[in-house]
């Protein structure tokens, strides 16, 4: 599973979703559906716009986590 950071990133730089959506461009539904979890898939331009208003890395933004192993 891949985890989004929005919202640690917005608490680190002290910013609203929707001052990071006036930002970045990327739709204000489009920026709460990352900050709650509930994307199913990003553009590169948008990882893109996010890292440059950040200024940060991808790995700043997202995390991979292992699903954990079904026990039959």
Excluded: V
């Amino acid at each position: 599973m891949i985890k989004i950071k929005l919202c640690e990133q917005l608490g680190k730089n002290k910013m609203t979703q929707k001052a990071i959506a006036m930002l970045t461009g990327i739709r204000p539904a489009t920026i709460s559906n990352m900050y709650h979890g509930d994307t199913k898939r990003i553009d590169i331009k948008q990882m893109d716009s996010l890292c440059k208003a950040f200024n940060c890395e991808i790995s700043d933004l997202f995390e991979y986590i292992p699903d954990e192993k079904k026990k039959y």
